[in-house]
């Protein structure tokens, strides 16, 4: 099965790999930032068995966006680049979609305006979608908006790229399949817009990562 990392924000994916560690996600935070995570990659009824100390499977970098968004302001993640990378990916979007065109293929709708799609994307602070997981079976629709974005269908389709199709959600996890479309430190930006979000938890959780026997880096 393996072992994930994930750079999450307010329980929400925006960045991860399987078995390594991926992106080095350390320059977003501080020796001070370490600690102790719960984790659902951590089987805690062995730890309850066995008497062990879990921590360190549960050890973690954690900072409020708040306080990282100085360091992504350093590192050239500002929210003009935000504004760039996603008028380049909307106009992609476009492109592709008259030349699917060309072989007959009905045409793509007019792609949300950045600040459209800032607005959607801060519409709801993160801490409010319900991050229940629900299982879909082959007879659902894993296409159509789920939860609180059950009348978003239009909206949403309008947002250029990803797959909002995941085979099992919960309303958080559905709404980050939507708008998780730029570099997860331009999403952290635009998720900023949203002064709720700001006392939300950056979490980069390396400890089931290095306890599974995966090296790192010191």
């Not at 990378?85 to 045409?107: F, H, K, M, N």
Request: with cysteine; charged share 25%; hydrophobic share 35%.
């Amino acid at each position: 099965m393996g072992t994930e990392i994930h750079l999450e924000f307010g329980g929400l994916s925006l960045d991860w790999a399987k078995n390594h560690r991926g992106v080095d996600h350390g320059s977003l935070f501080q020796e001070r930032d370490r600690r102790a995570v719960h984790s659902d990659q951590i089987n805690y009824d062995h730890f309850s068995e066995t008497g062990d100390d879990p921590t360190p499977m549960e050890m973690a970098f954690v900072r409020e966006l708040k306080d990282v968004l100085p360091r992504l302001a350093l590192l050239g993640y500002t929210m003009e680049q935000a504004r760039v990378a996603y008028d380049d990916l909307a106009t992609q979007y476009v492109d592709t979609r008259e030349a699917i065109t060309e072989l007959d293929e009905p045409p793509g709708v007019e792609p949300l305006s950045f600040d459209e799609f800032c607005a959607f994307a801060n519409r709801y602070p993160i801490s409010a979608l319900n991050d229940t997981v629900r299982h879909l079976d082959e007879w659902e629709s894993r296409s159509r908006p789920q939860g609180r974005f059950v009348d978003d269908e239009t909206t949403i389709s309008r947002i250029p790229s990803v797959d909002h199709d995941p085979a099992t959600w919960s309303e958080r996890a559905y709404f980050g399949s939507c708008i998780t479309i730029l570099h997860p430190y331009l999403m952290l930006q635009v998720l900023a817009g949203n002064s709720a979000n700001l006392e939300a938890d950056v979490v980069w959780q390396y400890g089931p990562l290095l306890e599974a026997g995966v090296g790192w880096p010191r």
